[in-house]
Structure formats: structure tokens, C-alpha cells
């Protein structure tokens, strides 16, 4: 891959309540999950690459991110909110529907970030990742879904999300630790994700 392609780490739903029916099968998988997009997200930072959070508004029309974490914060994703708390140079987008794409402005803020690769984690793999990685695809950005950073209610499920990905977005779904994150210094990069060699 050339070292010019730019990456964006897309974190997708995680900022969550929890609260809702079936989360407290998905709640210690999303905690596993979290812990493992912790350590990806550090190394993106470290490499100068952006981090985005993709969130659902759970229907609250008015909301803004910055309400929607300090709600998770007092609920019973508080842990994984606490984890995963955005940092001061992080993007957000707000989304009404399962894909990251179907109505918001991530796909103009990819462009204006010059961003070509997308690293895509989160819940739920087999709905709000799965669709977003679907449009990705058709707006041929190179993926990765490690798969050490979704989850979904069940392993099955989760097993199930991924070899879809990996078979019909063709996205790379090794573990993160697998992913070679690359600082970029020519003027304007924000460098290239690529697997290990």
C-alpha cells in the first residue's frame, strides 16, 4: 500500500448507555472490545492520524455529542465510556441510522482529511459496523476491521460480521495489534495504516 494513502480509526457506537434490550450480553464484549480499541486509538494519536466517533443520537433530535458522554458517562456504560473518553483533537458525527455514512458529514470530513483507509471498530459488528463498512466499500475506501475491537451479543454473531467484511468489503480483519500504524511527515499526510510484515 503506498506509504501516501491516509487513515482514520472510526470508532462506532461505543459511547453508549447500555441500557437497552440484549446490552448486558453485548456490555462485557463491548468492554473487551474497548480495552483493545484503547490501545489502537493511542497509537493513532502518537502517529498524528484522526480519530473519529461515529454515534448513534438515540433518537434525541437535539442532542450534541458532548451531552450524549456525559449521559453514557452516568449509565451503565459508564466503563466504556470512561475508557474510550475523546480526547481534545478527536472528530464527531452524529448519526441517525445503523451506517456512519447514511446522512451525516463523514464522508466530506474523510475528503477534507484526505483519508483513503479506514480502520472501522466498535458495536454492533453484525449492524452499525457491518453497514458502515458496506458503505465504505462503495465509496472504495481500503478497510480494516480488527477484530479484537467489535462485538456483538454473541460470539456467533460477531464470527458471523466479520467473515461477511472480510468476504464482501474485502476488509483485512487481523487483530489490532496486527496493524502497523506509520506517522507520515510529508506536509499535509496523516500517514497509512498497513498490516505487519
Not at 472501522?120 to 458502515?132: H, N, P, R
Not at 479484537?148 to 487481523?174: I, Q
Amino acid at each position: 500500500m503506498p506509504r501516501s494513502a491516509a487513515s482514520a480509526l472510526l470508532i462506532i457506537d461505543m459511547i453508549n448507555a447500555f441500557d437497552f434490550e440484549g446490552a448486558g450480553r453485548l456490555l462485557p464484549r463491548a468492554l473487551r472490545a474497548a480495552r483493545a480499541i484503547v490501545a489502537l486509538k493511542a497509537r493513532m494519536a502518537a502517529a498524528r492520524r484522526p480519530v473519529i466517533y461515529v454515534n448513534d443520537n438515540f433518537g434525541r433530535w437535539r442532542s450534541n455529542f458532548h451531552e450524549t458522554l456525559q449521559h453514557c458517562l452516568a449509565s451503565p456504560g459508564r466503563e466504556v465510556a470512561r475508557l474510550l473518553r475523546p480526547g481534545r483533537d478527536d472528530y464527531f458525527v452524529l448519526k441517525p441510522k445503523h451506517s456512519g455514512f447514511q446522512f451525516t458529514s463523514l464522508d466530506v470530513l474523510l475528503g477534507h482529511l484526505g483519508v483513503r483507509t479506514l480502520i472501522l471498530t466498535g458495536v454492533a459488528a453484525e449492524f452499525c459496523v457491518l453497514f458502515s463498512a458496506h458503505d465504505a466499500y462503495m465509496r472504495d475506501y481500503r478497510l480494516f476491521v480488527p477484530r479484537d475491537c467489535v462485538a456483538s451479543e454473541t460470539a456467533a454473531d460477531e464470527r458471523y460480521a466479520l467473515a461477511h467484511m472480510k468476504d464482501v468489503t474485502k476488509a483485512d480483519v487481523r487483530p489490532s495489534r496486527a496493524i502497523r500504524v506509520r506517522a507520515s511527515y510529508r506536509r499535509g499526510s496523516r500517514g497509512a495504516a498497513a498490516p505487519r510484515d
